[in-house]
């Protein structure tokens, strides 16, 4: 198996540390989007849980949000889960706030906790994969490790 990166590390020693016995695969392919990562590991879309960064516009805070990568997130859904005003996350936001890239961000392994919300449409699967803090590595877990990893909200968030 390849080495993995600082990133890729970090995720690993988070997985851990939480007592999840998934391992950090680094594929010969990309994984930057969902549709990438689902052909490189060889799953559906809809099992690639994406990492998403937006924007409490009021109290300027991070929202994590777990999606299915087969779903667009609404945002105006989440704003009201939230009971803020929803704005985009620049790239710079979602790095200073995971201490991942984009296209490699993990759910876990951040330097604080964030808000979290989990897709609920990411339960319907026995097994998904999230990036792993690199645009070419993922882990494998099931969808109750997620909430319990994350401690994330689950919720209807299309
Ligand atoms: N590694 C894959 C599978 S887990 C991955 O990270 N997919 S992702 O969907 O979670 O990450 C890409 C997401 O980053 C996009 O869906 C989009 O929400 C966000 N993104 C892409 N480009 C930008 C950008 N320039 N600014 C802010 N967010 C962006």
């Given at each position: 198996m390849a080495e993995l990166s600082g990133s890729a590390q970090r995720v690993q020693d988070a997985l851990t540390q939480l007592g999840i016995v998934g391992t950090v695969v680094r594929l010969p392919?990309?994984?930057?989007t969902a549709p990438e990562a689902a052909a490189a590991v060889g799953c559906q879309v809809g099992q690639i849980a994406k990492s998403l960064v937006f924007r409490a516009t009021s109290s300027d805070t991070p929202i994590l949000v777990i999606a299915s990568g087969s779903n667009r997130v609404n945002e105006a859904r989440l704003a009201e889960l939230v009971g803020e005003p929803i704005g985009k996350a620049d790239a710079a936001f979602v790095r200073a706030h995971t201490g991942y890239a984009i296209g490699g961000v993990a759910p876990v392994g951040h330097p604080r906790p964030l808000r979290t919300f989990i897709d609920?449409?990411?339960?319907?699967?026995a097994e998904i994969w999230a990036a792993a803090g690199t645009p070419d590595s993922v882990f494998a877990l099931a969808p109750a490790d997620l909430s319990r990893l994350t401690g994330g909200e689950v919720a209807t968030l299309t």
């Amino acid at each position: 198996m390849a080495e993995l990166s600082g990133s890729a590390q970090r995720v690993q020693d988070a997985l851990t540390q939480l007592g999840i016995v998934g391992t950090v695969v680094r594929l010969p392919a990309s994984t930057r989007t969902a549709p990438e990562a689902a052909a490189a590991v060889g799953c559906q879309v809809g099992q690639i849980a994406k990492s998403l960064v937006f924007r409490a516009t009021s109290s300027d805070t991070p929202i994590l949000v777990i999606a299915s990568g087969s779903n667009r997130v609404n945002e105006a859904r989440l704003a009201e889960l939230v009971g803020e005003p929803i704005g985009k996350a620049d790239a710079a936001f979602v790095r200073a706030h995971t201490g991942y890239a984009i296209g490699g961000v993990a759910p876990v392994g951040h330097p604080r906790p964030l808000r979290t919300f989990i897709d609920a449409d990411l339960l319907a699967y026995a097994e998904i994969w999230a990036a792993a803090g690199t645009p070419d590595s993922v882990f494998a877990l099931a969808p109750a490790d997620l909430s319990r990893l994350t401690g994330g909200e689950v919720a209807t968030l299309t």
